[in-house]
């Protein structure tokens, strides 16, 4: 048998035409990147699927034996899900993210599952799904201009995607509930103390200086291009490469059962969780949390918080923005209408 006959033979790169990932494999390393800059290397539908295609692919492939991801550009490793195409098209059609959340599950199992290193090349903010992406991976490597972020409970949803599962057993219980419910950035220093990286390195520059420890006002001027400081990550690319070398120096058995045997928390929580969530997350879509928060982001706005809080308060419904499906017409006889409406909206009788 030939090694282009034999089963899981090794597939060119170029024959996978992907859209929103850049895929490459050379010298043993696979290197996986969200290619979406313009929208803060946010995945869309399209590119999980794509995602774990190529995981699947490099797991698969015995010439390769540590595996990168990383976002494109300087700005964003992944901010999780498309907000944007979640306002559009499921908070429309809840049931639909019910599918959705099975290729989310799909895309983050492939990084569990395969049986060889993933590293996570932090080039910059990693939220929301972006943070959970890294949780998933087995080391993390954070230029210093980055950060983490959850947005969850801000956008009308909930971070059960890797986030409310992993970061308790990765920080601690105290340290997770307070990133969960306050979703506040964590700088890289505070990333690599709490644990939730391995290696922060510098990627801000003024001039040819590097700035170790570059502070939240220097890493603005980078970003920005302003009083001669810029974002460069060749630090990065190095440590990455050196860590992807040393993990290249083991037995590839080995270290595949090594990963299986260090991740039987991460899936004994995952898989005790994820499907309930699946479910919840979709029933959830259909009521006003998430339709508020997904438009408030799309509108640049604040979310309507307190809001929503004052009319439970007041005894109002909270579930949908015009109360209940509880009305009837005593004119026309339609049914099932919204209890804060004062007309028919079939036949435009006043409603008693």
Not at 84 to 90: F, M, P, R, S, V
């Given at each position: 048998m030939t090694a282009s006959t034999r089963p899981f033979a090794p597939r060119p790169v170029e024959t996978f035409h992907f859209c929103d990932v850049l895929y490459a494999k050379s010298d043993g390393i696979a290197r996986i990147t969200i290619n979406r800059p313009s929208q803060y290397n946010?995945?869309?539908t399209a590119a999980l699927e794509e995602l774990a295609t190529a995981f699947r692919d490099a797991a698969f492939d015995d010439a390769v034996g540590v595996i990168v991801l990383t976002g494109a550009g300087d700005r964003a490793f992944c901010t999780g899900g498309d907000v944007?195409?979640?306002?559009?098209?499921?908070v429309a059609t809840p049931r639909d993210y019910w599918k959705y959340m099975a290729l989310f599950r799909a895309y983050i199992e492939s990084i569990l599952n395969t049986g060889k290193p993933v590293v996570a090349r932090i080039n910059g903010m990693a939220v929301g799904g972006g943070n959970e992406s890294q949780l998933a991976c087995d080391l993390s490597v954070m230029a210093q201009h980055a950060y983490l972020k959850q947005v969850g409970t801000h956008v009308?949803?909930?971070a059960c995607g890797g986030a409310t599962q992993w970061l308790p057993l990765v920080v601690g219980d105290k340290r997770a509930r307070e990133i969960l419910f306050l979703n506040e950035p964590i700088p890289a220093r505070q990333a690599r103390e709490w644990g939730?990286?391995?290696w922060v390195v510098p990627s801000v520059r003024r001039a040819d200086a590097w700035i170790?420890?570059?502070?939240?006002?220097?890493?603005?001027?980078a970003q920005r291009g302003e009083d001669g400081y810029r974002i460069d990550l060749s630090r990065l690319d190095t440590q990455v490469e050196d860590v992807a070398r040393r993990l290249l120096a083991s037995f590839a058995e080995c270290?595949?059962?090594t990963k299986q045997q260090t991740n039987f928390l991460k899936d004994f929580v995952w898989h005790s969780t994820v499907r309930h969530a699946q479910d919840?997350?979709?029933?959830?879509?259909?009521?006003w949390e998430p339709v508020e928060g997904m438009q408030a982001f799309v509108e640049k706005r604040a979310p309507r918080f307190a809001m929503l809080r004052e009319r439970a308060a007041r005894g109002e419904a909270t579930e949908a923005p015009w109360g209940a499906p509880v009305r009837a017409c005593e004119r026309c006889g339609a049914g099932n209408l919204p209890?804060?409406?004062h007309w028919c909206g079939a036949c435009g009788a006043p409603l008693s």
């Open positions: 946010a995945y869309s944007k195409e979640y306002a559009a098209t499921y009308g949803s909930v939730l990286v391995n170790q420890d570059a502070t939240a006002d220097e890493i603005r001027k270290t595949r059962y919840w997350l979709a029933l959830h879509y259909a009521s209890a804060d409406h």
